[in-house]
């Protein structure tokens, strides 16, 4: 019997708020599969299973904050003989009623019920509007599909009310991410060593061939020029397994590269969730991963291992804007890769000073694993495959 | 389709790529990228959404002409009336 429990969403994570079971005792699950959802600093986060076998037990109540390590559910492993499944979840555990989370003692609606008027809303912004005497269907949901999500009930209580309440976590609230970056990028400078090599590229062969690739394309198949750059960042740090992977009590390379791609969110707020196997996709496979991985981040609805398996990021300034960018490294990372925006410069070609459309990139290394030639083969090989993009 | 349901078709698309935004506040000459602060990825999906939407396929060359709503109900009228004739 397998205990699943609260994953850890990050090193600076302490808890989760249980919002959703995806699945009831009895199921049958796979590795990989998503299961739950809970919601944390980063938003709503989608946690997946790590074993195959049948759910037994749902321990975890809808709405209770739970620290990382917290048992969620049970699940027998394949082979193993299955228990009558549990229909209810028991009584809440001890770190559950140690949070004096008010909600955990609220009724749970049942599941595909609509009390709240035929409104979609998450299970948790439900027992909250309850608890807070907030009308579901009076809210405009910022949640997936326009579903209410708990930032959006707590938004609408009374001032008052919210404030004998705080402090407790919400859905997707740019003060509680803002310090889940804080914490992150403390401890970034705090311990690792970071230094810098910049190189400026010309990038009219990549504008190039996106400019004819995407000409008889319908919208749906056009690539960006992320796609291109971020299939070179993978094919560098393919090259270069000293800067991929993670430092946890010294480094770990990775034999995958799951590339972090750092994702701006409107009205403020940065998530750097990886495309998990980039090494393993080609230009179209990567586009589209990028796609579905920002309007995920963006709706608040990313999974763990997203959130946790990233071997290095890249984090570039978009089309405008300046030229340049030194970052601060994602922890447990060695290196983050800062793109500026293109620039039209004077540039040597031929022996002749042409303009051309140029970026700069610089690479953030940690000295505690690597050198500066190393990070420089990482900037040749990243300028080798951008300055040729149909080997990409 | 009158230049009044293409506006609605188009403020619809830039809300669902936007959700933060207000579709009564967007102004006639508020410029997609450098105003609502679209980025690439935001414009991709808008285009997408038109293209699935009105059948209109925007290439890459005609972005300058949806910048802006103004632009965008005028270049989508066009390009809808084209396809007809």
Request: net charge negative; charged share 20%; proline share 8%.
């Amino acid at each position: 019997m397998g205990v699943f429990r609260m994953p850890s969403l990050g090193s600076d994570m302490e808890s989760a708020t249980l919002d959703e079971w995806l699945v009831q005792p009895g199921d049958r699950v796979t590795r990989g599969d998503v299961i739950a959802v809970v919601e944390t600093q980063k938003g709503a986060i989608e946690i997946e299973v790590y074993e195959t076998g049948t759910v037994t037990e749902l321990t975890a109540q809808i709405g209770a904050e739970l620290p990382v390590g917290a048992p969620l559910a049970m699940i027998a492993v394949e082979g193993e003989e299955v228990p009558e499944p549990k229909a209810e979840p028991e009584q809440p555990a001890a770190v559950e009623a140690a949070a004096e989370q008010p909600v955990v003692e609220m009724p749970v609606a049942p599941a595909g019920g609509m009390p709240g008027g035929g409104v979609v809303a998450s299970p948790v912004a439900r027992v909250r509007a309850q608890a807070l005497g907030v009308d579901l269907a009076t809210l405009t949901g910022t949640g997936p599909g326009g579903a209410v999500v708990l930032a959006d009930v707590e938004g609408a209580a009374p001032a008052a009310e919210a404030q004998a309440k705080a402090p407790r976590r919400r859905g997707l609230d740019l003060n509680e991410m803002r310090k889940a970056i804080a914490n992150a990028m403390s401890r970034a400078n705090r311990e690792i060593p970071h230094f810098y090599l910049s190189q400026t590229v010309d990038i009219s062969p990549a504008t190039g061939f996106l400019a004819s690739y995407n000409a008889d394309r319908p919208p749906a198949e056009r690539l960006l020029l992320g796609a291109l750059l971020l299939r070179a960042a993978v094919g560098a740090a393919q090259a270069v397994p000293q800067l991929n992977g993670q430092y946890e009590d010294g480094f770990h390379p990775s034999k995958a590269v799951n590339i972090g791609v750092a994702v701006a969110l409107r009205g403020g707020g940065l998530v750097a969730p990886a495309l998990i196997d980039a090494d393993r996709m080609t230009v179209p496979q990567i586009m589209a991963g990028m796609r579905d991985l920002v309007s995920r981040a963006r709706a608040g609805r990313l999974r763990n291992s997203e959130m946790t398996q990233g071997t290095l990021t890249v984090s570039a300034l978009g089309e405008t804007g300046p030229e340049a960018m030194a970052g601060v490294i994602f922890p447990p990372q060695v290196a983050l890769l800062g793109i500026g925006a293109p620039q039209l410069r004077p540039w040597v070609v031929d022996a002749e000073v042409i303009p051309r459309q140029v970026i700069t990139v610089t690479l953030a290394a940690d000295h505690r694993v690597a050198d500066g030639r190393i990070a420089a083969k990482f900037m040749t090989v990243f300028e080798d495959l951008i300055s040729s993009p149909e080997r990409l | 389709m009158t230049p009044n349901e293409i506006r609605t078709a188009f403020l619809e698309e830039l809300v669902t790529v936007a959700p933060d935004l207000d579709p009564m506040t967007v102004g006639e000459s508020d410029h997609i990228q450098d105003d609502l602060e679209l980025d690439s990825m935001d414009v991709l999906n808008l285009v997408t959404a038109l293209h699935d939407r009105l059948g209109v396929n925007i290439p890459e060359v005609d972005y300058p002409h949806i910048a802006t709503l103004g632009q965008a109900v005028e270049y989508l009228g066009q390009m809808i009336a084209r396809k007809q004739g």
